[in-house]
């Protein structure tokens, strides 16, 4: 392999941009609105729990948001910078989704989050939690525009051939892509299903917390009796009831997220079948023609050779499930979906100069099998994880509080990462299953519509100059993952008080320093 | 007549414009953060100041960004990769500005708290560089050759008016900035901020007067030169209502010169969006570079709805935090502690 080739670095570039940047974003869709809701429901209640909730999850969200705001410029620009070939071909249709998501959604969201953050005694409180409001709903609304131009690539619909370009003359059918919708279905549920874990997870611990400091304590049934240490800022009896809130709203919502998960996950591999069969097949090892779903193959995945593959544990009927919903159809193997494929789009690259060292390639047409093979298993195996701690957690917590073992509660944070893993393994899978194309070719749609990721970078571009861009943001990525785990160790060990640093001062009844308050100290959030 | 692509052209020209106004005070600030503050508090003065705005504010940029993409991808195609390490520079700068902000209040040591304020000055000052060269190329050329593609290697965008643009809007963000601290401070930062626009401005504005006259000489308009004679007509009364203690006039006179000048450079350079520095034949315009007219309606309508809701909420942002503030009312520090039972 020649790791010289600008187009691998402009591929790993890609993938850890991405990979990175969606860490962060799963955590925001899904934690913005259970903070909404808190707020909401402090002021509709007036509740101290649910300031306290609001303020709480609010600050880790923010410490969280900036790091997506952040990655995403990069993503916006590495289109045209890396990929001028592909920008280029798919600009007069890619383009469009971007640029409203820019106008539609990045302005709102930003804007807004804005107005939260500063607004807290500033605006009037049922304005203050419409921000949030705004700036939740504008982010769902961005992932949508950027899974419409995501699922263009995976299945091109709404455009014409027009000097060997495609050119959009249906906005409607691209915006409405059934690819689209379900992706996004999917990609909100597993967003749902990091905060469920998150909220879960942390407030574990704060209950873990209390227990072993002695400060909550259980009756001779298991039943929790709260109690409180004056000397620690915010850990008074209402702190237990914020933290066994937070925990069963994140295990409800991590449950719930699965099942949807579950369900949106099997209608996007149903069309996924048909529109992108080999990705598919890749999926599955699947080298013959058959029903049979592998639970574990052995052999040289990463040969790229089926005959290498051996599956050693396979469920027939299965895979025709998945697929067609009956246990009979006969899915088409690798073997069968090759030949087809060298039929319909070639068996080289074009003998272009454009295309640098790869004009005249032969095309591998399979994707690499270790990567979709495992992708696909670890997706569903931590989504599944995730969601078994889950109703675990909430049956274990039925009596009011967590064991006071240190094992548990290690486990319930080590947990959090779960979702996260399987959102990574999900795109991991579906995007290197689209190879070796950047835009695969649709099926049902019109001829050539299609563009090999070879022939996708920048032909100016020197690898030198990818090589400085991918190290450079890698380090860079690397030192701010750093920073933000940092940082929301602290503010989740500070517990409330480290959000509400108001927890922490006695109130010593001067109606001055009230007034001072609400004034002054409270519009500075930096 | 190209109706819908001088549209974009001017669509464009105006979110660019928009972000170097606004984002142009947020990179200010971050570059006074390190050079004109005196105390701690002072620093948590300046990013109060721009807290509630800047990141709308940055959405200009990735908004002209995508629109370029969307109605002119040739353009963006071009222009992005040919400035790959410019842009590299520019998407780093930016990463760690972001982060500084809103983590600096957040590190528990004073050495921490140092090295985030580097960190935003220091970003502040890559991104201002960074995104003034790359406007400077697009209207000035870049080798490019027929089928749109940089020639010359890495480092082909390095030129004189790269460094010219570059310098233009750091020069321009370091009074902007100022100036809008001038405006949303009152004590001791407000009274400096005036004595550092007096003393800079003259020198600061230079490079942009220089890249906005060799834009226009380049065989203009009427129109242009009458656009250089607001935007210079706009610095003076910036600079004198400064002097004399007005500080929303002197705001407005150094808007004025931007928008003005910025105006003056895109008006000279229609309708040609990237020069090929090697023909002249090679340039590209909004013809051979846009999209097509389906994708641009499309676009348009998404425009007509989206910027004007867009001035409203952000207008109104401002309004709500228009207040003036000062170090004095600035809150000690609260640091984070372990919520833990000490024994």
Not at chain 1, 58 to 77: D, H, S
Not at chain 1, 433 to 460: E, H, K, L
Not at chain 2, 75 to 104: C, D, K, M, N, Q
Not at chain 2, 268 to 282: E, F, M, N, R, T
Request: net charge negative; proline share 4%.
């Amino acid at each position: 392999m020649d790791w010289l080739d600008p187009v691998l670095i402009a591929r790993w570039q890609f993938g850890i941009t991405t990979v990175y940047h969606f860490i962060m974003v799963p955590l925001t869709l899904g934690l913005g609105p259970v903070v909404a809701v808190m707020h909401t429901m402090w002021v509709r209640t007036g509740i101290q729990r649910y300031l306290r909730l609001t303020k709480f999850w609010g600050k880790l969200y923010l410490i969280n948001f900036i790091m997506g705001v952040a990655t995403g410029i990069v993503q916006e620009f590495q289109f045209g910078m890396a990929w001028s070939e592909y920008s280029r071909f798919v600009g007069d249709v890619f383009g469009a989704p971007l640029a409203m998501e820019a106008l539609l959604a990045f302005f709102i969201e930003s804007t807004f989050l804005g107005l939260w953050i500063f607004g807290w005694n500033h605006l009037p409180k049922k304005l203050h939690a419409a921000t949030i409001w705004a700036a939740v709903i504008a982010s769902i609304i961005s992932a949508y525009f950027i899974i419409v131009a995501n699922s263009w690539m995976q299945h091109p619909v709404g455009v014409e051939m027009i000097d060997g370009r495609p050119v959009m003359n249906d906005v409607i059918a691209v915006m409405t892509n059934n690819t689209a919708i379900v992706a996004f279905a999917h990609a909100i549920m597993g967003a749902f299903a990091v905060s469920g874990g998150f909220l879960l997870g942390i407030a574990w611990y704060q209950l873990w917390q209390r227990r072993r400091d002695g400060i909550d304590t259980v009756d001779e049934n298991g039943r929790v009796v709260v109690g409180e240490a004056p000397e620690v800022p915010g850990r008074d009896r209402e702190d237990h009831s914020v933290w066994i809130k937070s925990l069963r709203v994140g295990g409800v919502v991590a449950v719930v997220a699965f099942a949807g998960v579950a369900l949106t996950g099997d209608l996007q591999a149903k069309l996924m079948f048909e529109q992108q069969p080999l990705k598919m097949a890749a999926a599955e090892g699947a080298c013959y023609n058959g029903t049979s779903f592998s639970v574990l193959a052995l052999g040289e995945l990463g040969s790229r050779d089926c005959d290498d593959v051996t599956n050693v544990i396979e469920i027939p009927g299965v895979l025709s499930f998945l697929a067609h919903g009956d246990f009979e159809t006969e899915i088409k193997g690798i073997n069968t979906l090759v030949p087809i494929y060298q039929e319909l789009y070639g068996t080289h690259i074009p003998d272009n100069p454009l295309y640098g060292a790869h004009a005249g390639e032969a095309i591998e047409y399979v994707p690499m099998l270790e990567v979709t093979y495992w992708g696909f298993r670890l997706m569903i195996a931590f989504g599944m994880a995730a969601a078994g701690v889950a109703v675990l957690a909430l049956w274990m917590t039925r009596k009011g509080t967590v064991p006071r073992s240190k094992l548990i509660m290690l486990t319930a944070i080590a947990s959090i990462a779960a979702p996260f893993a399987a959102n990574s393994a999900g795109w991991i899978f579906t995007e290197m299953g689209r190879q070796p194309f950047v835009v695969a070719p649709n099926p049902t749609g019109i001829d050539g519509v299609y563009m090999f990721t070879a022939a996708a970078v920048s032909p100016g571009v020197s690898a030198g100059e990818l090589l400085f861009s991918v190290i450079t943001l890698t380090l860079v990525y690397a030192a701010l993952l750093v920073v933000e785990l940092t940082l929301l160790v602290r503010y989740v060990r500070g517990g409330v008080a480290s959000a509400m640093p108001e927890l922490g001062t006695p109130d010593d009844g001067d109606p001055q320093d009230k007034d001072k308050d609400e004034t002054d100290v409270l519009a500075f959030a930096y | 007549m190209d109706f819908l692509p001088t549209l974009w052209f001017v669509l464009i020209a105006f979110l660019w414009i928009g972000y170097l106004l606004l984002d142009g005070f947020d990179l200010g600030v971050g570059m006074h953060m390190l050079v004109s503050t005196r105390s701690e508090k002072e620093r948590r003065l300046l990013l109060n100041t721009i807290g509630p705005v800047w990141d709308g504010n940055e959405v200009w940029l990735i908004t002209a960004g995508a629109a370029t993409f969307a109605a002119f991808p040739v353009w963006y195609a071009t222009l992005f990769s040919g400035l790959y390490l410019p842009l590299v520079i520019v998407l780093l700068a930016l990463i760690v500005r972001a982060v500084s902000i809103e983590y600096r209040g957040k590190a528990a040591t004073e050495r921490g708290r140092r090295v985030w304020h580097v960190l935003l000055g220091a970003g502040s000052f890559g991104a201002a560089f960074g995104i003034g060269a790359m406007l400077a190329i697009t209207t000035t050329g870049l080798p490019i050759d027929e089928n749109a593609i940089r020639v010359g290697g890495a480092f082909a965008w390095f030129s004189l008016e790269s460094v010219i643009g570059g310098l233009a809007v750091v020069g321009f963000c370091f009074v902007h900035g100022a100036t809008f601290l001038a405006l949303k401070t009152d004590g001791d930062i407000r009274y400096r901020m005036r004595r550092i626009i007096r003393l800079s401005a003259p020198v600061a504005l230079l490079p942009i007067v220089v890249w906005v006259l060799i834009v226009v000489a380049d065989g203009s308009s009427l129109t242009a030169y009458g656009l250089v004679g607001v935007a210079a007509s706009g610095a003076v009364i910036g600079w004198i209502a400064n002097r004399a203690g007005r500080e929303g006039w002197a705001f407005t006179g150094f808007s004025v010169l931007l928008t003005a000048g910025a105006s003056a450079i895109f008006l000279a350079a229609y309708p040609v969006v990237l020069p090929s520095s090697i023909d002249a034949a090679y340039d590209l315009t909004i013809q051979n570079a846009s999209s097509s007219d389906y994708t641009l309606g499309v676009m348009t309508v998404v425009a007509a709805i989206g910027i004007p809701v867009l001035l409203v909420y952000q207008g109104w942002s401002y309004w709500v935090f228009r207040k003036r503030l000062t170090a004095a009312a600035i809150p000690d520090a609260q640091p984070v502690v372990p919520a833990v039972k000490r024994p």
